[in-house]
């Protein structure tokens, strides 16, 4: 790949000349706000943000880069929990965000065609008068194209699947600033390659997302949700082993820890009982089948040893146990202020998640670290906010982090359930890929020969 350079004023007045002086900033604020996302990974400005409002604009912005080899980082809500879209090799921030319309409703077909900067909870707002929904929901107010550039899952993910089971097709912006779609509007398709799960998780390193079509579900008539509390974690994991292998269909299965529920409950100043939990919940159009997947699910836990079991709660109570496994991040940042956590993320097949549950709490409590845990059990998704101050500890965090991964590996499971590579997990991909790493590396430089797009991610 080529030497990246960086901006002179030449630059500068050509990219403003395209977006208008109001959405062109190289002021410290904005530079600083595109310098990191939500995780630990260190700071790195930009040298300028950009705000494209159209196809055309993004086109013209790549193609001047390309031709200059000024590196590109598409950035949005800035959410990512790996370094995904942190400018490690400065250069231009495109922010996506201002290109945020919902471009066709086809409420028949159930799909939707959006722009990348729209976020996922906003158009499920606007999505609620047809009666549809569009399932992913990562739980932080993620933009539609972060989700697929990530891939994201989130909560529903064992229901649904994650955001790439969504995409129909794509309008992309290639490192050389050619406009492609890729993908239909038909349901299946068996017609070529598919570039659309090519640019799907690929965070950017391929080009840059512009327009996004969407499959989207009929919005659940009924739902049922479940608290089960038990004695141990391995009581709590072996139950979600169980309701898997039974072939139950749960819409959401999680995984929460006793630390995580004491702190929730200081933090929402809620009840639950502070034991390890599952929260499960069951949508479907009849709630007399629901309720017979609820009395299957009750025999599971109370053969595993279920200590309390709360069925059947109302929307308003559902609502607010579901805020409170959306407060963990913010439950963890205000019972330890002024600590940082390094996040782990790792999934493994579901047989094997007690085994990875139970050696996350081992390698975090053998270093003396903190470490709460939660996860998309249902999905062998294992989340755990490894907390630290000092450098050695942050040593130590980063330490137990790679040990989790190492045996998430050895199970046969990845690196990366749900966050991506981004900067954080790119040391793991030899092991976890092997051979066709290289493969990939061939399809970045076939794509992307001055090495332009998110430089320094993924691969």
Request: charge should be negative; proline fraction near 5%; aromatic fraction near 6%.
């Amino acid at each position: 790949m080529s030497t990246l350079k960086t901006l002179n004023n030449a630059d500068l007045e050509f990219f403003q000349s395209i977006v208008s002086r109001e959405r062109f900033s190289t002021g410290e604020s904005e530079l600083d706000l595109h310098a990191h996302d939500e995780s630990g990974h260190p700071s790195q400005r930009p040298s300028v943000v950009l705000w494209p409002l159209s196809t055309q604009e993004v086109s013209k912005i790549v193609t001047y880069a390309n031709e200059h080899k000024i590196p590109i980082t598409p950035y949005a809500a800035g959410t990512s929990l790996e370094g995904n879209p942190i400018p490690v090799r400065g250069g231009i921030a495109l922010d996506m965000r201002k290109m945020d319309q919902i471009l066709e409703v086809h409420p028949q077909d159930l799909q939707v065609m959006v722009q990348p900067g729209l976020d996922f909870k906003t158009l499920n707002d606007k999505l609620k008068k047809h009666g549809l929904f569009f399932p992913p929901d990562p739980g932080a107010t993620a933009t539609i194209g972060g989700m697929v550039a990530n891939n994201a899952k989130g909560i529903r993910a064992i229901k649904y699947g994650s955001t790439g089971d969504q995409v129909l097709s794509l309008e992309v912006v290639l490192p050389n600033g050619q406009i492609i779609k890729c993908g239909t509007r038909a349901m299946r398709t068996s017609s070529g390659y598919d570039l659309v799960r090519l640019f799907v998780g690929s965070e950017g390193t391929l080009g840059v997302i512009t327009e996004v079509t969407l499959r989207l579900t009929g919005l659940p008539r009924e739902f049922m949700a479940v608290v089960a509390c038990f004695d141990s974690v391995e009581q709590a994991t072996q139950t979600v082993v169980q309701m898997v292998q039974a072939g139950l269909t749960p819409a959401a299965l999680e995984f929460i820890d006793t630390e995580i529920i004491q702190l929730v409950n200081r933090f929402k100043k809620m009840t639950m009982r502070e034991a390890p939990t599952l929260f499960i919940e069951f949508q479907g159009s009849s709630r007399v089948a629901l309720e017979d997947e609820i009395n299957f699910v009750k025999e599971l836990c109370h053969g595993n040893g279920c200590k309390s079991f709360a069925a059947g709660v109302g929307r308003e109570e559902r609502d607010r146990l579901w805020e409170a496994r959306y407060s963990v991040h913010e439950s963890i940042k205000t019972a330890y202020p002024g600590q940082h956590g390094y996040v782990v993320d790792v999934a493994v097949p579901i047989s094997a998640y007690p085994e990875i549950v139970r050696f996350a709490n081992e390698a975090i409590a053998s270093r003396k670290l903190v470490g709460p845990a939660f996860g998309h059990a249902g999905e062998g998704n294992l989340h755990a906010e490894i907390l630290y101050v000092s450098p050695r500890e942050q040593a130590l965090a980063k330490e137990a982090n790679n040990a989790i991964v190492h045996k998430a590996l050895d199970l046969g499971g990845t690196a990366t359930g749900e966050h991506g590579v981004g900067i954080g997990k790119r040391e793991f991909m030899q092991r976890e890929h092997g051979a066709s790493l290289e493969l990939m590396r061939q399809i970045k430089n076939l794509f992307d020969p001055n090495g332009i797009m998110n430089p320094g991610k993924k691969i």
